[in-house]
């Protein structure tokens, strides 16, 4: 009687689908290429990797465009990933606005979309991405969800413009209705990473991005990698204390944000220009600080706060780089100057001060980025 135990079907079954993934990975890194380059990329036997080719020919990975450029001996078969085989979804949720993007392995946007943002947040995603994605729902690989508050684990809080304070489950619950890998984030974590891809970060592996807006956040990436702490929260740099005894609040609203977002300057930029609020209101308090005294004192409180907040991001992870995101890419170059001036003069290390180049794009861009690294996980031995 043999020792020898036998060989688990869960076990064959999982040992297949790592050889599959890997061939996947291999094709998606080369684009094109041979199965016999398939089998010394992947360490797989020819007869595993002819095996695997069939099966995905057929399934619309990979496409077979005949003889290669000729070599010594016979002309190899040439085989080329269909980037299209697989498709991402980018959400990004801009109260009151939702935005998607469907997007192939290679990071071209093949549909788009903004519509209103509907009050069940996970019932507007589900059927914003199914309707976006029509008949290419089998090849829908992952899902990124852009949203701006706290995100850990898939589930968000500390995100009242969506109703959300108190921790809710979002990523969960639209993985389970669309049966793909979903990653939900920080929208500043996301433009961080945008920027890193495709704008103003795309030469550097360390770098801090604020965003004003109607709330103040950052975003940080270290090594290449965006940080996001034991809980999901670096970067909420609006929520640092202004002075005196802090108060909890459960508004989501932050003290900093409270005071140098984009709301309080429109408010004061309205005192000092009466009439309607104007739609860059950072952009119309450095065109009146040219010729008003009272707006050129408010502008240089701003860039004090702003320069402040800076100083006490790069005091702690030392980024080398600060990249100036929605309201605060606004700013004209005298202004960008004086700020710039501002933390040199303070920072213990050398700290550039840039606008962010992707602008509303950035979002987006991040959320593909991350939609394409959860499509197709690595695999890794049971």
């Not at 000729?70 to 939702?98: H, K, Y």
């Not at 009242?160 to 619950?173: D, F, N, R």
């Not at 008003?292 to 100083?311: C, F, K, M, Q, T």
Request: neutral net charge; contains cysteine; charged residues 20%.
């Amino acid at each position: 009687m043999s020792d020898k135990a036998p060989t688990s079907p869960v076990s064959r079954e999982r040992s297949r689908e790592i050889k599959r993934l890997s061939v996947i990975l291999a094709a998606r890194q080369a684009r094109r290429l041979s199965r016999v380059d398939l089998a010394e990329m992947t360490g797989l036997s020819a007869a595993t990797v002819t095996a695997l080719v069939r099966e995905l020919v057929a399934e619309g990975y990979l496409i077979e465009r005949g003889p290669g450029a000729p070599t010594t001996g016979r002309p190899r078969e040439m085989l080329e990933f269909n980037p299209r085989a697989e498709l991402v979804a980018a959400v990004s949720l801009e109260p009151p606005r939702i935005s998607c993007e469907i997007a192939d392995s290679e990071g071209a946007v093949i549909a788009h979309r903004v519509a209103r943002l509907g009050a069940n947040v996970v019932e507007t995603v589900c059927e914003f991405v199914l309707d976006l994605v029509g008949d290419n729902l089998p090849s829908l690989r992952g899902v990124a969800i852009a949203v701006p508050g706290v995100s850990s684990n898939g589930a968000v809080r500390l995100a009242p413009s969506v109703g959300l304070v108190e921790a809710w489950p979002i990523g969960e619950s639209v993985q389970r209705r669309l049966g793909v890998p979903v990653v939900v984030d920080n929208d500043v974590n996301l433009m961080a990473a945008g920027e890193c891809v495709a704008g103003a970060g795309a030469d550097v592996a360390n770098l801090l991005l604020i965003h004003v807006a109607d709330g103040i956040g950052a975003g940080l990436v270290l090594d290449g990698k965006v940080r996001r702490g034991a809980s999901g929260a670096a970067g909420e740099v609006g929520f640092l204390p202004l002075g005196g005894a802090a108060e909890r609040r459960y508004s989501g609203v932050g003290e900093f944000e409270a005071r140098w977002s984009v709301n309080a300057i429109a408010e004061r930029v309205v005192a000092l220009n009466p009439g309607r609020r104007p739609e860059s209101p950072v952009r119309e308090l450095s065109r009146l600080a040219a010729t008003s005294a009272p707006a050129r004192a408010y502008l240089d409180e701003v860039l004090g706060a702003w320069a402040g907040l800076i100083l006490s991001c790069a005091c702690v992870v030392d980024p080398g780089l600060v990249l100036l995101s929605g309201a605060a890419a606004e700013l004209d170059d005298p202004a960008l100057g004086q700020l710039q001036t501002l933390v040199s003069a303070r920072t213990p290390a050398p700290t550039e001060v840039r606008r962010a180049t992707l602008g509303n794009q950035a979002v987006l861009h991040g959320a593909i980025s991350y939609a394409l690294s959860a499509a197709v996980p690595r695999p890794s031995l049971p």
